[in-house]
């Protein structure tokens, strides 16, 4: 029997602007020395907010790699859209992509959580400060969660499948999912991943209603997870696009074949209802792990979700248990995200960068902040672990109740 997708789905190029690097080499240099950037927030508006605490993109200028006539239309989130697909295609030796392919045969999807904030704020100042007139048109779309799939298939000239996943965190590694089944059925490259912005003020007050929101005033202790002192998560801005094309066509090319999407699957056990996400996280992983075609054992490394709420930790743990039985207790878990803040639907694409990453190192990143254990996980903390690391398990949930998982593999082992 032929198998239902004869063409694999490859990652060919990382575009990264995170808190604690603009670049993908930063941002790695970092993630492996378990740099913590956290810090108290500076943005203009949001000093008498009970959040104090947040991973912000310092050193991003977006004038530097956008046209000015894409900026005055977007809003930051976007702009961290449009120079990490910059950045993805770059390094995937498809700069010119635009140039050298069938436009019909590239797409975009990005996830989105938290829309154009920062855009809409500054517009809604100015119509109740000064009045209709003073508000421009691009309000109607900067704000939107497509705004970034629009801009960088409208700026590239993709019109090859493009699409959007509204969703909470997971919805990240929905994103890819979705890419690397369009690959699957016969698109040549997808542009995937997804970056956020949720720190203008208005974006900040609203996120104050989620009860798993640390308001912890120092950075070192705000964002905790699997410990005692779990005090819920940290925010965060930026985020990660990915490369995904068919393999064998870019082996053809010359391209390096950094990794491959190898199973994926998806449940829902509602909001905040952290009890429910063991078994709802549980069935996520064996569906992914199902479409790999990857037996339990063959797991290398997890990026725990690691939200920091301790039902939440608990379950997650459990969840992990369940699934890989004693292995689960021996394989290394890792949540380099305690370093930068959880970035909604950008937290889970940082962890499949950083996964990549880390399988073509051999280094497993240290969890930032984070020491005493309270569960029964194999959590790399304090430094960088050396490992051989054929295949990753990156796991994600959304504060509004979805559970998600997805395979990866290292690009030599599925050449092998």
């Known amino acids: 029997m032929s198998a239902p997708y004869p063409r694999r789905a490859a990652v060919t190029g990382i ?6 690097g603009t670049n993908t080499d930063t941002f790695w240099k970092s993630t492996r020395e378990g740099i913590s950037v956290l810090d108290r927030i500076t943005r203009e508006g949001c000093e008498n907010l009970p959040l104090r605490v947040a991973g912000e993109v310092r050193s991003f200028e977006p004038s530097s790699s956008i046209e000015e006539r894409y900026l005055v239309q977007t809003d ?12 993805a295609l770059e390094d995937a030796r498809l700069g010119d992509a635009d140039a050298e392919a069938s436009p019909f045969s590239l797409g975009v999807v990005t996830a989105a959580g938290s829309g154009g904030g920062e855009f809409g704020q500054r517009e809604l100042q100015q119509l109740w400060g000064k009045g ?6 691009y309000q109607s779309i900067a704000w939107f969660y497509a705004a970034s799939t629009g801009q960088i298939s409208i700026r590239r000239g993709f019109k090859g499948p493009c699409s959007v996943v509204a969703a909470d965190e997971a919805g990240g590694l929905d994103a890819l999912a979705h890419a690397a089944r369009a690959v699957r059925r016969g698109t040549d490259v997808i542009v995937a991943g997804s970056t ?5 003020p208005y974006s900040m007050v609203c996120q104050l209603g989620y009860e798993e929101l640390s308001i912890v005033q120092d950075p070192a202790r705000a964002y905790r997870p699997f410990t005692d002192d779990a005090c819920g998560f940290v ?10 094309e068919d393999e064998t066509s870019a082996r053809e090319r010359g391209a390096r074949v950094r990794a491959s999407v190898a199973g994926h699957a998806a449940t829902f056990t509602g909001a905040s209802r952290w009890e429910l996400s063991r078994e709802g996280l549980a069935q996520a992983v064996r569906g992914a792990l199902d479409e790999a075609g990857c037996a339990p054992e063959e797991i290398d490394v997890v990026f725990a979700d690691a939200l920091g709420v301790p039902e939440a930790d608990r379950a997650e743990a459990l969840a992990i248990a369940d699934v890989l039985g004693t292995h689960g207790r021996r ?3 890792t949540a380099p995200k305690t370093g930068i803040g959880r970035g909604y639907c950008a937290a889970p694409v940082l962890d499949v960068a950083a996964a990549v990453l880390a399988m073509e190192h051999g280094l497993i990143p240290p969890t930032p902040n984070v020491f005493d254990i309270s569960h029964d996980l194999d959590l790399v903390t304090v430094r960088a672990r050396a ?15 979805s559970n998600t998982a997805l395979v990866l593999r290292h690009g030599a082992a599925e050449a092998s």
């Open 331 to 333: 394989v290394p878990v």
């Open 15 to 20: 575009g990264v602007v995170a808190p604690n």
């Open 196 to 200: 956020e912005a949720p720190l203008a």
């Open 76 to 87: 930051r989130f976007t702009h961290f859209a449009m120079a990490a697909a910059d950045f």
């Open 387 to 401: 490992a051989e690391l054929r295949t990753a398990l990156v796991l994600s949930r959304g504060l509004m109740g």
């Open 132 to 137: 209709s007139r003073f508000v421009g048109p």
């Open 235 to 244: 925010p965060a801005e930026g985020g990660a696009m990915l490369v995904v």
